[in-house]
């Protein structure tokens, strides 16, 4: 991986002539995104994130943390929230930016991360109150054949009462229909499983595989793995946010 999201993010963190990055997926075409968009704050902020945040309780985890404009929102209202992120130019943006609390880590690595490079002494340090995965949170899954084992380290490090907070959008809008009015999906796998490439600045990222779940999916896979999952808000575009406990 080159990183060149997170670079984008550091750029424009460090005013290091930051430009917006190109991405495309196997289902759309080339389309611009402005770097500062990932810098919002909470006034600039979708519905479905502000209630996300307004939702939050006890101590947080912020997954794939992006620029940490989330956490960084919850840090100044006084929670204690972990952000984590693949991308290390990422998470030195959010150091730069002020965020206290956060590293690169993937969350399927999270126990063992969190007791050695955190300074964890009890076993509860690594459990959290709430989970948020935000900006298309189910796009870390990347295939279906994932989601049982995310959801499965997700549940593990929630503590008793704890939330999942997760948003996605339904997909199905982009595919045409046809004179019956069924929409013409792909005959093999999930029309939400698309590959995703990010230019920036000249260079491309590898290929890399990101998931968009329709709600029902996401609670028949959520009840599967042992977690009740409730739909709190609808957006305007077939987005969705979901929360999700331990049935």
Known sequence: MKDL?????????????????ITE????????????????????MPKLEQKALQLAK??????GCGAGSHALYLQEK????????????????CELRGLKNCKVSDVLDLD????????????N????DTILLLMNGTGIFGKMNNI??????????????????IDSSDLIYMYDQDE??????????????????????????????????????????????GLECDLILEGEHFDYLAKLTHL
Not at 32 to 42: G, P, T
Not at 58 to 63: A, F, H, P
Not at 159 to 165: A, F, R, S, T
């Open 5 to 21: 999201f997170g670079k984008a993010i550091l750029d424009y963190q460090t005013n290091n002539s930051p430009e917006d990055l």
């Open 25 to 44: 997926t196997s289902i759309s075409e080339a389309d611009e995104m402005s770097v500062a968009y990932l810098f919002r704050d909470f006034n600039e």
């Open 58 to 63: 006890g101590k947080v985890l912020d997954v």
């Open 78 to 93: 006084g929670f204690d929230v972990t952000a984590i992120d693949i991308s290390e130019n990422a998470i030195k943006a």
């Open 112 to 123: 063992t991360d969190t007791s050695t490079a955190l300074s964890m002494t009890n076993q």
């Open 125 to 128: 340090d690594n459990k959290f």
């Open 148 to 165: 049982a084992k995310f959801l499965q380290k997700l549940k593990s490090l929630l503590n008793e009462g704890g939330q999942i907070l």
């Open 180 to 225: 019956d009015g069924a929409y013409e999906v792909p005959a093999n796998g999930y029309y939400g499983e698309l590959t995703f490439t990010i230019q920036y600045k000249g260079e491309t990222e590898d290929t890399f595989d990101w998931l968009y779940l329709d709600y029902n999916t996401l609670q028949n896979a959520a009840i599967a793995n």
